[in-house]
């Protein structure tokens, strides 16, 4: 009986990519949102990578995953945490400068 290799890929695995960039009003701003989005890490162990960074108003998220699925879940509860946070910022007023 021959062995075979039904099991085996013989393709490098791609990895999925995603980014985003969000203007906010001032760089202020920007770094609120940053500090507040920062705490939430993936709740996997592997599959996915998340990095968020902001330069002046700019707010960057870029997101490295092995699956779509894993992918599609994590930017969009990012999003509903991205709207939560600027919801808020909106609802208080602009910060005051430091």
């Known amino acids: ?33 940053l500090q507040s989005l920062s705490p939430d890490r993936e709740p996997r162990k592997g599959g996915i990578t998340k990095k968020l960074s902001a330069s002046g108003n700019m707010l960057s998220a870029h997101w490295t995953a092995d699956e779509a699925r894993i992918l599609r879940v994590s930017v ?12 808020t910022m909106d609802a208080f007023g602009p910060p005051a400068p430091q």
């Not at 969009?76 to 919801?87: P, R």
């Open 76 to 87: 969009g509860s990012f999003l509903d945490h991205l709207s939560l946070v600027l919801e």
């Open 1 to 33: 009986m021959a062995s075979s290799d039904l099991g085996t890929n013989n393709h490098t695995e791609q990895k999925l990519e995603f980014s985003l960039e969000v203007p906010l009003p001032s760089a202020r701003e920007a770094h609120i949102a």
